[in-house]
């Protein structure tokens, strides 16, 4: 059986990662400026953001806790930019 801080790492690890594919997803993009990159970008990594929560909570793996913790910045950053990552690789150039 796993530890009880085992489980609050999942739970942490899977909800972040699923407001974090949430958030891409409620993107608004500008359609005066529209770069289809960017919509790809962004897309690709909700989806990856929504398939990596649910794994992470339907499977029940246990995940370390820098995962937990690059989960939760990756979450507040994504929440920070409104959902923009064009905003974050230009703030890393």
Same mark, same amino acid.
């Given at each position: 059986?796993?530890?009880?801080?085992?489980?609050?790492?999942?739970?942490?690890?899977?909800?972040?990662?699923?407001?974090?594919? !949430?958030?891409?997803?409620?993107?608004?993009?500008?359609?005066?400026?529209?770069?289809?990159?960017?919509?790809?970008?962004?897309? %690709?990594?909700?989806?990856?953001?929504? %398939?990596?929560?649910?794994?992470?909570?339907?499977? !029940?793996? #246990?995940?370390? #806790?820098?995962?937990?913790?690059?989960?939760? %910045?990756?979450?507040?950053?994504?929440?920070?930019?409104?959902?923009?990552?064009?905003?974050?690789?230009?703030? %890393?150039?």
């Amino acid at each position: 059986m796993m530890g009880q801080e085992m489980v609050a790492l999942v739970w942490v690890t899977g909800v972040t990662h699923l407001i974090s594919a !949430f958030r891409l997803a409620c993107y608004q993009r500008d359609e005066h400026h529209h770069c289809w990159r960017e919509s790809v970008l962004i897309s %690709l990594c909700g989806g990856m953001f929504c %398939l990596a929560g649910i794994d992470v909570l339907l499977a !029940f793996l #246990p995940v370390s #806790p820098w995962h937990a913790g690059v989960s939760v %910045l990756a979450c507040a950053l994504i929440v920070r930019s409104g959902g923009n990552l064009m905003v974050l690789w230009r703030a %890393l150039k």
